[in-house]
Structures are given as structure tokens and as C-alpha cells.
């Protein structure tokens, strides 16, 4: 194996607080917070599904305006 699919992550101004958001509807807890720079949900302790990390400056996403590309990546 090459490498293995740990997270998708979210480029954001507020990482706390997308968090919070996503780990409500997606029914995650916060298993890990930088400084709210990069924080980690997931279903169980320990477990890293969906990673938020902050993004300053912020550039919303336009599609598709390649001045604007999407903010997500796979880790």
C-alpha cells in the first residue's frame, strides 16, 4: 500500500466553529483541536474523519473561477 485516506479537510476562517457545526448534524465529537487552527471530528475517540483548518486569508470558493478554486483536500 502506498497510502491510505485518513480525512477530508475543510478550508475555513473558523475551524472551531464548522466543527461544531458539522459535529452536531453529523452526530461527531471534537477528538482533536490545535489551537483552533485545525480541529478533527469524528464518531469515536481517536477516530479523525473530517478535519477544519483555518485558512487565513479566507477566499470563498467561486466554481468556476479557477481565482477561486474549492477549499477541500483529501489528507
Known sequence: MIGRLEKTVLDCPDP?????FYGEILGMR?????DGAWVVIGREPGMRE??????????????????????????
Open 50 to 75: 473530517l478535519a477544519f483548518q483555518k485558512a487565513d486569508p479566507y477566499v470563498p470558493p467561486r466554481w468556476p473561477d479557477a481565482g477561486h478554486p474549492p477549499q477541500e483536500h483529501l489528507d
Open 16 to 20: 472551531r466553529a464548522l466543527a461544531a
Open 30 to 34: 471534537i477528538n482533536e483541536d490545535t
